[in-house]
């Protein structure tokens, strides 16, 4: 099917390059310039796991092409998908102004085009309740063009997405039209493993299914992380308790690790959205409200601990941050609980180093020249009189640990990933404090000062 992206962000350029994979022609429509030569270079803007690799192999065949003009890519669409950014605005609502210009636009490429065959309209960012039957609307208001017009929200997970996207567990379209649900069919006939993993449903169910799925992963997250607080009163290990509740068959083991807060490009975006979307109807939403505030307060309590437990005064002392962003496997700082920490922390009068094997380049644009950065752990802790370590890229469980102790100040981690190994921790020497776990508390070997 020859298939049309505007917008090649994370979800664009993901969605994109699959459905070439599949066999699919895809055009990508991408108007910051900047970016737009770097795909037309064959080189992919973010890091994604195997995305770059999937992307020039199609570039090159052919299979996989990049424009910035919407008319000429929409000459022969058959399918037509809208992912462009949804972001929040400051009051935590959803900042529709580039869908509704993406909307407009293709609106009117249909119109000068006028081809007689119907075009499905594919709206792949996520929305407020309401916003595929306004789009349809408005497009049968502008054009006599034949089109049509579904709900399809991604389920993509950062360092995992291609694999998603490919292997899915369900895909969700909501819509009206019979033959728009049959069209979508068959450009996602080769994932469809079986059919009851393709759902078709109102676009309002569609729309707050993505929020719904966001929300509730993220409850679970702060459930686990609210449960920190007590395991640490009682003495208690979280990770006992996660494996203890997630092999219950009704709760199963994912997004139960507990850590310094949750971040990205979804999880808080939708939360907040689904609060305002539940206040447009006369709703006070408390599950949501608290959600968003547990998420806040223990970032708050990570740099507590880290005043508590530090043994000398904050302002003035050197924190290392290891992983700013969000999680590992990808570059992005989107609400990565990194920022929220070094930010407390400057607060307080801490000298800030910083490094990430992928994300430092990002985090470098936010705070410039108030943090030391770093290119990796081992040099950023040199000095240092405590680690605080906020993304749990799996190379930071096999570093030279007994040589980074000898460096520090103070050989202190803060671990808020809880992703080392607490025997290590105590063989090496460190004063260690994860989680909602036992600490691990040796004699602090103090260098002298010169």
Known sequence: MDVTVIGC???????????????HTVRGVEKDPRKLKMLQDGHCPVFEPGLQELMQEHYASGQLQFTGNVKSALKEAEVVYLAVGTPPKDDGTVDMSFLEGAGKEVCDALVALNNEYMVTIVVKSTVPAGTNRKLYNFLKQQTNAYVQVVSNPEFLREGSAVKDFLEPDRIVIGGE????????????????????????????????????????????????????????AYGADIEDIRKGIGTDFRIGPAFLRAGCGYGGSCFPKDVAALEHISKAVGHENLFVEAIQTVNKNQKQRFVQKIVEKLGRPIEGATIAVWGLAFKADTDDIRESAAIDVIRYLLEKGAHVRATDPKAMENMKQLFKEQVEWFPDPVSAAAGADAVALLTDWPQYSTLPFRKIAATMNQPIIFDGRNCLHRDVMRETGFQYYPMGRPAVENTLRLKTRV
Do not use: Q
Request: charged share 20%; glycine share 6%; proline share 3%.
């Open 9 to 23: 962000g994370y979800v664009g350029l993901v969605t994109g390059t699959c459905l070439a994979s599949l066999g």
């Open 177 to 232: 039209s019979p033959e728009a649900f049959r069209m979508m069919r068959r450009l996602y006939d080769p994932i469809i493993k079986r059919e009851e993993h393709f759902m078709t449903m109102a676009w309002e169910s569609a729309e707050l299914t993505k929020y719904a799925a966001n929300a509730m992963l993220a409850a679970r997250i702060s459930f686990m992380n609210e449960m920190t607080i007590l395991c640490e």
